[in-house]
């Protein structure tokens, strides 16, 4: 069974193509990387999965409903903009979202206040949401997404703007939905995140899908042509090597895009300075986002 | 497939938050409370006022007038003294003979400044006969005291005009009976009883007649103009506070536009509800009771409701179709000149309310919450044309909700400019 299906979906606002003949199967109990750049049509891709969005043309089935509504209360969503009831208390605010999502009341109460607990938000249950912190708003919101204990959960941008405490709370508790069997779509600019998290990964740039898979299918799509390198001298060391397509100058380390033979750019850069580490890698997701998206790319194929 | 529940949940949720907020809180209790003790306060400060003495100066060049002014006012502090133990029903009147000379002018004003007198009067000479440049000369400290001078006007007004008659040896009383004025007493259509025996009609009651109607309109308006613009408001500040797309990860934007649409007007009606039992007890305290009928309250709240629901559509529609608050005061003014229309051509319904105009405008759907229910208070308006207010109304109605939606559900995910009305309607258009 498919969590998600997209099936030659295209949508646009005015003049301007969001997402363009897109098509995507998103398995169910999958963790899946939704990545690409800031107005590449990731947001308006996720607001079409839960018909806030309606397509210009094709078709979205959730858990294989093509109307989200009916399966409206099986998805949470935590948006990228995010908002709550300043004047609400946070308890109230959180048992009105489990109502609406279709829990009674004892349901949604025991649910709240376990999850309370667990982000240590249980002395702010009954003030007002106003006098939350950015970080305690983030995980209330959280906890808002998955009151209704859905089957999936759209996370956009769910790390952004948090600290790493913080950050590392929320990444435990979407990793203990996703062991329980939620599928969890999350969008994010983190492409570490990305990387450690999810099954699998899907690219959308300029509205059209460039990248779908595994980590490992996408990176090997690339190939091996990359290596880290350490070498006496930094940066300066690989210049005007012939070998040498671009590097990522990390400071103690240099990422090396190669245009030519591992082996002969390993002879020619110990000809020129003490090396210390090598290591033939595959390239990094990180670097496989900016190759596509970084202006002039040839994003079209690896 | 909507959901119902969902609905009524956010409705019942609005709701909550509304007459939690503090401006339902002032609306309902504190303004009747405010209301109240103002009232209570000008009624006690009214007797306390009115039981002050009254002394005044009289420079009398008539030489004849203050001996009649002397007498009145004996005559009416007779009349207002404490009887059986009660207490005064008005402020005692006092003048005093005084001389016109500079140094007696000074004195007066000496001991006006003084609080010892409130005023002092000079009547010339000419007054007593009629001579057109002459001028009763009232001088006080007090400016805002009308209960003195109205009482001096009115007496005076009196002495001399008997004066004047007793002068030129007219009997007064049979002036007054030849120049008496024809009235008009103004009834309402005579009935019969069942054994054919005539009723006596009615006086009509210019409070039944104007004040009513008038204040049924009144009321309509405060439901509708107490609540649609919050509406707007509260859309807008929900897109401003991105809390509406955490909605809409939860419900479908018709149930959301409809829950608040209902939640809000069921505050409304609330609060219709609470001015409609003051205004029925303070009906009763003026002996109208009877004007409000169980038929009127249905009337009432049937009318309140379309006319939430209509307003409250266009209203959500601005706030949705706004991205900011500048934009919204802008596209609001079209709205709340729609909704004050019946207002600006109320006088002309008064008048004649079986006139095309009034006809047509208890038909305009946009004004038929208004203009139909105090219509029917003041004639008999067609069952026709009732029925076919409230028809096009409801129709107008379901269709403004169903276009709000449709706006609702574009406009409110978007940022930045507002859009136009032109926009809005191609949003209808396209769905």
Redesign the interface.
Known sequence: MNAIEIRGVSKSFGDTRAVDDLTLTVPAASTYGFIGPNGSGKTTTLRMILNILLPDRGEVAVFGDTSTRASRDRVGYLPEERGLYKQMKLRSLLQYFGRLKGRSGPEANAFVDRWLARFDLTPWADRRIETLSKGMAQKAQLIAAIVGRPDLLILDEPFSGLDPVNAEVLKDAVLELRRSGTTIVFSTHDMGTAEKMCDRIFMIFKGRKVLDGTLDEIQSAYGFDTVRVRAGGGAAALAAMPEVESVNDYGQMQEVRLRGDAQRFLSQLAARAPVQYFEIARPSLHDIFVRIASPGADHASP | ???PD?LF??AA?EAS?AV??KAFIIGMMLMPVLMGVSIGFQRLWQNQSDLQERRFAVVDETGVIYSSLAAAAADWNASVAPKDGGPATGPRMVPELASGDQAARRALVDRATRRELKAFVEIPAGIARGDPAARVRYYSHVATDNTLPRWIENTLNRAVLNERFRASGVDRAEVMRLTRLVSLARLDLPSWDDRGVQREAAAVDQMRTLGVPMAIMTMLLFVVISSAPGLMNSVLE?KL??????M??????FEFMGGKLLGTTTVSLMVAAVYLTGAFFVARNWGYADVITPSLIVSFVIYALLGELLFGSIFISIGAACSDLKDTQTMMMPAMIVVMMPLFVWVNILRAPTSRLTTVMSLIPTATPFVMLPLTTISAVPVWQQAAGITLTALTTVLFVWAAGRIFRVGL?MQGKSATFGQMLRWVKAG
């Open positions: 497939m909507h959901r969902k949940i956010v949720t938050m939690r907020s929900e506070s991105r809390t509406n797309e955490v809409l990860g939860a419900v479908s934007p995910l």
